[in-house]
């Protein structure tokens, strides 16, 4: 089953990478994350950058959930008129609304998704979406996801326990035990995926973190 802009897809995306999660366990954690109760839409932000044929032009436009729907199905004459060719859309702390409003207009692969959330820990390695990929699929992919650390230095006494992060995508902290001072390892991604609307536009989505806030 797949999804086009300009049709009305028969059931939701959620249920559609439950579908898919069934046969293929790297789908479970997103499929999970689309059931999460604790991520809210309210601290996901949405930005685009409007393209033009106008040299050194570009536009920056905040977005709410709707704008976004409104943005993906209702492409008018007069941004072409415009010379709009292209667009990029900025999405900060990913939230399971906006996996459905994109997967389900842009027809986007699953695993686009669940490559960029991380897998918890307590699941094994061979349900991560990188490692059951064969290379020969991967080059032709028109998505990429990087992970990367970033190093957070506690200053003062050690902080008991874990710490956490306060956002709609988990993301695992690592303690590496560096001596004489209390050094963690926050782990990041970036995704990105390239796409053509039902008019023929280029778009380009890039997803990162949001704003982490952490405690123990």
């Known amino acids: 089953m797949t999804f086009q802009c300009n049709e009305k897809p028969r059931k939701s995306y959620k249920a559609y ?23 809210t839409i309210d601290s996901c932000r949405l930005a685009c950058l ?28 007069e941004d072409s008129a415009g010379g709009l060719y292209g667009r990029v859309l900025l999405v900060e702390d990913l939230c399971p609304d906006i996996i459905e409003i994109l997967g389900s207009a842009l027809n ?13 820990q307590s699941e094994t390695a061979t349900r991560r979406p990188n490692r059951t990929t064969l290379p020969s699929l991967a080059k032709s992919q028109d998505f990429i996801s990087l992970q990367y650390y970033r190093s957070i230095v506690l200053d003062g006494p050690g902080v008991a326990g874990n710490l956490r992060r306060d956002m709609n995508v988990p993301r695992h902290i690592a303690s590496p035990g560096t001596r004489g001072a209390d050094i963690r390892l926050a782990r990041h991604c970036c995704s990105v995926l390239s796409s053509v609307t039902k008019d023929g536009l280029w778009l380009g989505t890039l997803m990162s973190q949001g704003r982490a806030v952490y405690g123990s």
């Open 17 to 39: 990478v439950a579908a898919r999660a069934h046969r293929n366990p790297s789908l479970h954690h997103l499929s999970q994350f689309l059931d999460s109760p604790n991520s």
């Open 50 to 77: 409007n393209f033009s044929s106008t040299p050194g032009r570009s536009d920056l436009q905040e977005l709410d959930s709707e704008a976004l729907i409104y943005m993906l199905h209702n492409e008018t004459k």
């Open 108 to 120: 986007i692969d699953p695993f686009f998704f669940a490559s960029h959330i991380d897998v918890p």
